[in-house]
């Protein structure tokens, strides 16, 4: 049976397209992997079956009644509110049903009530009550909570005061708690620590309604979906399996695709040949214009626009002094400590990853490291020449500076085509360099806060979860880049199969901090 219908759907932004006729189709208990390089559509598809869209041209049909569930990468939570609160949330149609049984109870005691039809209606919304288990919806939000970690972290906290990951979480969580027929995933997984996004994995292998997900995370991608939808040049294809069996018919595809390409080319050379050099002639004017039909009925084979591959290659400063950093005593927080004191020493060339869960201070550290933020007690030296290229994990104001026009206000000696060439090495086409950096995807914000270090000379890169939201071919690059990369790094990321290749040592900050596990 299919829950969700998507029929000729066409839409673009000004003059730039984003899908032109396509369809898609979901029936009960798929597991959909929506995949596609960053800027193809993928949230803006989301938006749309949404409504929080609505599209140039196509319908969008949902099933009756059924109950949609989007967690969206881009989602705020409301300053002052607790983490139990945002949570209760996700009951608050059971909370509104509690409040209409209330409300018919008054309306019992009204002169001419039809007692049996109001107490009808209340042993309705009564069994509504109970059969989601309204009563223990303290225990639901405490049990979810608990599987994602969020109980270490206290649910009277303020959701304003959680880091990138805790804020993921709640969104997840609450999600989770809703229990929606159909759940839409962007993303998920960035900012999940290790340990929770396998817990995630193992809910969406045991989920028993559909779901559509967005996630560059492959290996994830791999577990948890039975088929791919494919977003390239305007067009939505529908592939069997996971993330692997949908590369490998593609490329066979592909391939299949070129070579016709290049055998329909020859063929076409070879009949304008043969019609320029024989329509004049008498004897063989009637070959020459059979073969002109031919050509004029032919359907020509096009091949898809490349999209342009990221390259990064970073500049490299002079080398800085032995030791980046000393660390003595250093306690670590904002206003309780997040660490013991710690100890610590980073040495010229060591490319240190830090891993462990959300919000045990990996970003802190970093930040107390580079002097952006105070230490509780203790303190950090760092060394003499650092040239430093810093990747922030979050960019929370607004940009309304076209691409050009934020590179060139960095590096105002490039000119405007050297500014073009820098942000197209970095996987954007001419209309992503063209547009206001607002209106980008993440993966393609991302690769613009990428051109800005990457062009400038650096011997100390500290980057704080880079790949979240890149797709699979930027991140493969970044890879291969800090792999060549002769300075030092520091890098928190969440991605065993990404850091792995890169570092030559792996901190693990769980070991140091004051938080309970």
Known sequence: MSVLNVKNLSHGFGDRAIFNNVSFRLLKGEHVGLVGANGEGKSTFMNIVTGKLQPDEGKVEWSRKVRVGYLDQHAVLQKGT???????????YLFDAEAEINELYAKMGDEGADIDALLAEVGELQETLDSNDFYQINSKVEEVARGLGLDDVGLDRDV???????????????????????LLLDEPTNYLDEQHIEWLKRYLQEYENAFILISHDIPFLN??????YHMENQELNRYVGDYDNFLNIYEM??????????????????????????????ATRNMAMSR????????????????PKPEFNFKEARAASRYIFTAEDLVIGYNEPLSRPLNLKMERGQK??????????????LKSILGLIDPISGKVERGEYQHIGYFEQEVKQSNYNTCIEEIWSEFPSMNQAEV??????CGLTTKHIESKVEVLSGGEKAKVRLCKIINTPTNLLILDEPTNHLDVDAKEELKRALKAYRGSILMVSHEPDFYREIATDIWNCEDWTTKVF
Do not use: C, H, W
Not at 160 to 182: M, N
Not at 353 to 365: D, E, M, P, Q, R
Not at 420 to 425: F, H, I, P
């Open 82 to 92: 607790t983490m139990r609160d945002a949570l209760s949330t996700a009951f608050q």
């Open 160 to 182: 304003d005061d959680l880091s990138g990951g805790q804020r993921t979480k709640v969104l997840l969580a609450k999600l989770l708690l809703e229990k929606p027929e159909i």
């Open 352 to 365: 240190i990853a830090f891993v462990g869960a959300n919000g045990i201070g990996k970003s802190t550290l």
């Open 292 to 307: 002109q039909k031919k050509l004029d009925k032919m359907e020509v084979i096009e091949l898809g626009k490349e999209k």
């Open 420 to 425: 073009r060439a820098a942000l197209a090495k």
């Open 223 to 228: 577990n948890v979906v039975n088929l791919i």
């Open 253 to 282: 595809k592909k391939q299949q695709l070129e070579s016709a390409y290049k055998r329909q080319q020859q063929e076409i050379a070879d009949l304008k040949d043969f019609v320029a050099r024989n329509k004049a002639s008498v």
